[in-house]
């Protein structure tokens, strides 16, 4: 299979996800505002590894997809016309958490050099004076 036919099917697998997502009533999911940020689909369709991101507590939100993902599968084998309707495996998403990282990092790195700025001498300063 393609590379350009199996990125269209992940984006279609997350896209169609969080339309479901929409009609779970399960309080894990709902208590933790649970969505999906991308899917990765197997080459033979068999097995789609799903990423999500939650502001609440990660396990109860595990759990509640997991209880899910029968239905979530019936949505998908509804919705999209494939051969075979993946399986869900959850992942945790962490790009959220890695990009508020990256930003501190960054922040640190902005100090430190406006600090060094502020405690070096002027260019026009002669320092043996």
Do not use: W
């Amino acid at each position: 299979m393609s590379k350009y036919r199996r990125g269209r099917i992940n984006d279609a697998v997350a896209q169609e996800l969080n339309v479901a997502l929409r009609d779970v009533r399960e309080p894990c999911i709902v208590n933790n505002f649970v969505s999906i940020t991308k899917a990765s689909v197997a080459p033979d369709l068999k097995i789609a590894t799903v990423y999500f991101s939650c502001m609440g507590d990660f396990k109860e939100a595990l759990f509640g997809l997991e209880k899910c993902t029968g239905m979530l599968r019936h949505h998908l084998a509804i919705t999209l016309n494939l051969r075979i309707t993946p399986e869900l495996h959850f992942v945790k998403d962490n790009g959220m958490e890695h990009g508020a990282h990256i930003a501190k990092l960054l922040s640190d790195i902005e100090k430190e050099r406006e600090q060094r700025e502020k405690n070096a001498p002027a260019e026009g300063e002669d320092s043996e004076a």
